[in-house]
């Protein structure tokens, strides 16, 4: 696929042009959501291609700090593959085991999600090339990171940081004039509800203690 023809327009919706590299790139991201709702592995190579993909949509918009944030993605995505593959531990069902954070690991995605939006809000204020909306954008992007990380060691609270990334990341999209990555957002939102329940009552499930004389 050449990046010419990913940056045709697809089609208009509310009055603006949806270009196929963001159309292609949110349905596999899209994709990648449900795939880490069913706790398969398959869920970080779907991410790392609409990262991949995400970069022509963003330059075309002329988002630096968007291409950015999808490189770092990117190296998220192969970080979260290696961890599911290497370092995770799997359940008898074949999917990776899942479990709420320590206060201790919620206290560290916390700050580091509160410094990093501070830095990077910092750093598009100085740059504005890099973005027209800094602060929003700053806090998108960390906030996609942070759950990435979290995503990646199976924590429950990987939901609740998309949650909070939707909020913002649904009118920002719009704003930018990426109105199929705005859609697709609302439909992040909704995955990411039924993906919390799912999650949380398999991390419950897990955390119960065997029942007398039930196999181990």
Known sequence: MSGGWLQGTAFTVFDQRVIWSDL???????????????????????????GLILVTANATA??????????VVIGVALFGWYQWTRGGHRTRD??????????????????????????????????????????????????TVAAMVAQARGLVEFWFAWLLVDLVGVPLAFASGLAFSG?????????????????????????????KGAPA
């Open 24 to 50: 292609i790139g949110n349905s596999i991201g899209l994709a990648a959501l449900a795939l880490g709702w069913r706790r398969s592995v398959w869920t970080w190579p779907a991410q790392l291609l609409a």
């Open 62 to 71: 002329e988002l630096a700090g968007g291409v950015g944030k999808q490189l």
């Open 94 to 143: 074949g999917g990776v085991a899942v479990r709420f954070a320590t206060w201790r690991e919620r206290g560290l995605l916390l700050a580091g999600t509160g410094l990093g939006t501070l830095a990077v809000g910092l750093l598009f204020t100085s740059l504005p090339e890099l973005s027209w909306n800094p602060w929003p954008d700053a806090y998108v992007f960390v906030g």
């Open 183 to 211: 859609l697709v957002y609302v439909l992040y939102f909704a995955l990411a509800l039924l993906g919390l329940r799912d999650w949380w009552l398999r991390s419950r499930a897990a955390s119960r203690p065997p029942l």
